[in-house]
């Protein structure tokens, strides 16, 4: 079965500072996709980017971008230039190809500071 | 916006009842998702219909079933409610035009379901 791991439960930054979020995970699969999804306080979850386990080019979206680390198989992502509508819960999550559920992490709470 | 809908927004029944979710995915998804957000439990994955058929089942509970119609609509009936299965139940809705592959999952705005 597959984990998702996110060992920071809160994180805090500065307006307009980098952060980056950690998320590690666990599988014997070798296609597979990862997400990383953003939950404000409105509890809408929201898709912020995607990377393809066969890419080796770190998704970017924007503010947002991965790296991506399949041998440590690590998944973190970093916001750049926060703003406050960044605040939120944010899942990292895994999903097995040709597999039909998401494996959540835990989240991480991230507070913006004015 | 994602495009998946959900009804009603929120539910507060009592103990012993039976509701039903709403869920309407994007426009041309073939597969609806069912997931629970609760705080002991975090997100859970319940169940998925492809193109009206079940297609996997997670971790969801005998009282619990679901159905996906023509129209491509979802449902999902929880009976003899507990207190813990108040929590928040998302759908989520994904393109997979192919059977054999997968494809990123929009999620609806969750119906918040609280039992007294």
């Known amino acids: 079965a597959q984990t998702v791991t996110q060992s920071q439960p809160e994180m805090s930054v500065q307006e307009a500072e980098t952060v980056t979020l950690s998320c590690t995970y666990d599988?014997?699969?070798?296609?597979?996709?990862l997400f990383w999804y953003k939950q404000p306080p409105s509890r809408q979850m929201i898709l912020v980017i995607r990377?393809?386990?066969?890419?080796?080019q770190n998704a970017t979206e924007n503010r947002f971008s991965v790296n991506f680390q399949k041998a440590a198989k690590s998944f973190s992502l970093k916001i750049s230039d926060s703003q406050l509508g960044d605040a939120a819960m944010y899942f990292c999550?895994?999903?097995?190809?040709?597999?039909?559920?998401?494996?959540f992490g835990t989240g991480t709470r991230l507070t913006i500071i004015p | 916006d994602s495009g998946v809908t959900q009804t009603p927004k929120h539910l507060i029944t009592a103990t012993g009842q039976r509701v039903t979710l709403r869920c309407s995915p994007r426009?041309?998804?073939?597969?609806v998702y069912w997931y629970q957000q609760s705080l002991d439990q975090g997100l859970q994955f319940l169940i998925q219909?492809?193109?009206?058929?079940?297609?996997a089942k997670g971790n969801i509970l005998e009282r619990f079933s679901a159905q996906q119609f023509p129209d491509l609509h979802s449902e999902l009936n929880l009976s003899s409610l507990e207190l813990g299965d108040s929590a928040l139940y998302f759908c989520?809705?994904?393109?997979?035009?192919?059977?054999?592959?997968?494809?990123?999952?929009?999620f609806g705005p969750g119906t918040r379901l609280t039992v007294l």
């Open positions: 989520a809705s994904s393109t997979r035009r192919v059977r054999t592959s997968t494809d990123t999952q929009y």
């Open positions: 599988t014997s699969e070798s296609d597979y996709y």
């Open positions: 990377q393809e386990a066969y890419k080796q």
């Open positions: 999550a895994f999903l097995n190809f040709g597999n039909e559920k998401l494996t």
């Open positions: 426009s041309g998804d073939l597969s």
């Open positions: 219909y492809y193109n009206g058929e079940e297609r």
